[in-house]
């Protein structure tokens, strides 16, 4: 398993920050997002506790469900379902207030579900691809609200 971490200060207040993260479709702004889409809403907020969250990225689908929601400071999900296969051990975003604006850290655990060289693929391959484009999502944020 790989964990992976993308941070970044979006000079923005705290709550415009989270929402625009926690809506996903708005990561659509990024050239390497092609669709998000809520398929089920949240107990608490539609995109809160329980909400089903379906992405279709450049790099594959997910199907994501949301297992905790404490807005505006953070927000946890894990994969279910994938393609290409993968394990997932959970992500998190957490937002925290700084003088500049809006601190995020966006943290993701997973590795490639393949039967040979999984550890390898994920570290060379996936993790550098993950990176970026949680990067791009968190400059679209910026862009957007900045």
Do not use: Q
């Amino acid at each position: 398993m790989e964990t992976i971490t993308v941070e970044r200060t979006i000079p923005a207040p705290i709550d415009k920050v989270f929402e625009w993260c926690a809506v996903t479709t708005n990561y659509e702004r990024s050239p390497w997002v092609l669709r998000d889409t809520l398929s089920h809403p949240g107990e608490d907020a539609p995109w809160g506790v329980g909400a089903i969250r379906k992405h279709t990225w450049l790099l594959g689908r997910f199907h994501e469900r949301i297992t905790a929601y404490d807005a505006p400071h953070s927000y946890d999900y894990i994969v279910d379902r994938s393609f290409p296969p993968s394990r997932h051990e959970g992500g998190r975003m957490i937002f925290t207030e700084v003088p500049t604006g809006t601190h995020v850290t966006w943290t993701t655990t997973t590795e490639a579900a393949l039967p040979i060289a999984a550890t390898l693929i994920t570290r060379h391959l996936a993790k550098p691809v993950i990176t970026h484009v949680f990067g791009r999502i968190l400059d679209a944020c910026a862009a957007d609200l900045g």
